[in-house]
């Protein structure tokens, strides 16, 4: 009996043992392919032999040192190199263990900005449907999941949410993608006039949606749309990049794609690749600026701050990726793969849509690629795709809910960035027979 309480409880888990590469082995000897990192996490795969070195000499030097004494060398280098590759205007990190720390730390930082520059009256954030930000309290508040924040209701902040970029159902047939994108930032605006711009506080979104549509971009120009609307009303942009981030898509920073640069942007999983809990707020000059010449310091800290292994396992680890000019990789291997899911799923029967950026893919399961009806939810179909492919040694990340919260069902992936060809052919194939296996009784 385990004493472990679990994701599900009920749910049997296999014990993974070992790592290599690309993929994941179990306490049976079961190897199991990482076709989506974990949750786009592992983006150098298992065990890779630099970091593991970079981590032990960190441990060899020094473990740990409270933020509130010492800065630390591997804190240093790791806001150094991650400032020198920054969007614009990006000049301070602040660290924490995972992405939902960062987004909070983003929501109160945003916060005591306003109350530094005498704009205290402030206070309302505006983020979109069908997102997910993180599971803590001001995470959960800002993201659109409707069913993860119902139970918690009563305890969450005051947040206002808008449209998703979601063009596969809600583009309309006579609208450009322009179009549609000049329609949602119309949207953007409307919500925060009627708010009153001079008391919303920050926009929070995700460049590339990840967990909760399943790898969607937004279309050309909305990005910009946003970041004038913002500039036009005083308010900060803050950019959730903890999954799409570093290097998933085949830039550093997604909003590189999106030609525009946020005022705060939140870093984790891809940040430490699984080798730490590690994350950050990336700032903007304006914003280190207005706490310097204020207080003097941010009102937020965790005793886990800026921990030197975990900041030299991500120093390694961003090394590693410019080193061996992995991002090269993630894009070409990204083209692959997305030809290779075409070519599979593109006329599948239950598959409406294939989308991505990068080794960033997403598939959604439907019941009719014409009316786009997706599955019953009570047939729990993500569930059933993760099981399938996991009898077939591959690890993807379906979810359900795609649509509204409820309905819907997508598979996410998001493989490492040392994927070649033959793995890409492989990771299809088994996804195929994990999905043919799973609609079999429909
Ligand atoms: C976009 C996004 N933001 C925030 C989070 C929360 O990160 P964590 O689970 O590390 O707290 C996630 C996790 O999936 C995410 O995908």
């Not at 409307?190 to 919303?200: C, F, Q, R, S, T």
């Not at 310091?297 to 961003?318: N, R, W």
């Not at 799923?345 to 893919?361: A, E, I, K």
Request: charged share 20%; hydrophobic share 40%.
């Amino acid at each position: 009996m385990t004493r472990v309480l679990h994701r599900s409880i009920a749910h049997d888990y296999p014990t993974a043992i070992s790592g290599n590469g690309i993929t994941i082995r179990d306490q049976n000897g079961k190897d199991y392919i990482d076709a989506s990192g974990g949750a786009a996490v592992s983006c150098l795969g298992h065990s890779h032999p630099d970091v593991l070195n970079a981590m032990r000499q960190q441990l060899d030097m020094l473990e740990y040192a409270h933020t509130s004494f010492f800065t630390t060398q591997a804190a240093e280098e790791l806001a150094d190199d991650l400032v020198a590759h920054a969007p614009d205007g990006i000049s301070h990190v602040f660290y924490v263990s995972g992405g939902s720390e960062a987004i909070e730390a983003a929501l109160k930082l945003a916060r005591q900005y306003f109350v530094e520059i005498g704009e205290p009256q402030r206070k309302y954030l505006v983020a979109r449907r069908q997102s997910y930000h993180g599971i803590t309290a001001g995470a959960l508040a800002v993201g659109g999941r409707a069913w993860q924040r119902k139970a918690f209701a009563p305890l969450l902040i005051e947040t206002h949410h808008v449209s998703p970029v979601y063009e596969y159902r809600e583009r309309r047939a006579d609208e450009t993608a322009e179009a549609y994108g000049d329609r949602l930032a119309q949207e953007l605006e409307a919500k925060i006039n009627e708010l009153g711009g001079e008391h919303v506080m920050a926009f929070v979104a995700e460049p590339v949606v990840g967990a909760t549509l399943g790898a969607v971009p937004a279309v050309p120009g909305y990005f910009k749309r946003v970041r004038e609307i913002c500039d036009r009303h005083g308010i900060l942009l803050i950019l959730d990049e903890v999954m799409c981030g570093m290097g998933r898509t085949g830039t550093l920073y997604a909003c590189e794609h999106d030609g525009i640069a946020p005022d705060l942007i939140a870093i984790a999983k891809g940040l430490g690749g699984g080798f730490a809990p590690i994350g950050a707020l990336l700032l903007h000059g304006k914003v280190f600026k207005a706490v310097a010449e204020g207080s003097g310091a941010f009102q937020h800290s965790h005793t886990y701050t800026g921990h030197p292994l975990a900041c030299s396992a991500a120093l390694a680890v961003q090394r590693v990726i410019r080193r061996d000019n992995l991002l090269d990789n993630v894009g070409k291997q990204g083209a692959y793969f997305a030809r290779r899911l075409q070519e599979r799923f593109g006329n599948h029967p239950f598959v409406g849509d294939v989308r991505g950026r990068g080794l960033f893919q997403g598939l959604e399961l439907v019941t009719d690629r014409g009316t786009k009806e997706p599955f019953d939810p009570a047939l729990k179909l993500h569930a059933k795709i993760k099981r399938e492919a996991m009898a077939r040694g591959l690890m993807v990340y379906p979810m359900g809910g795609t649509v509204d919260s409820l309905r819907g069902d997508h598979v996410l992936l998001a493989p490492p960035f040392i994927v070649d060809n033959r793995a890409v052919d492989t990771i299809v194939e088994r996804l195929g027979d994990a999905i043919d296996a799973a609609t079999a009784a429909k």
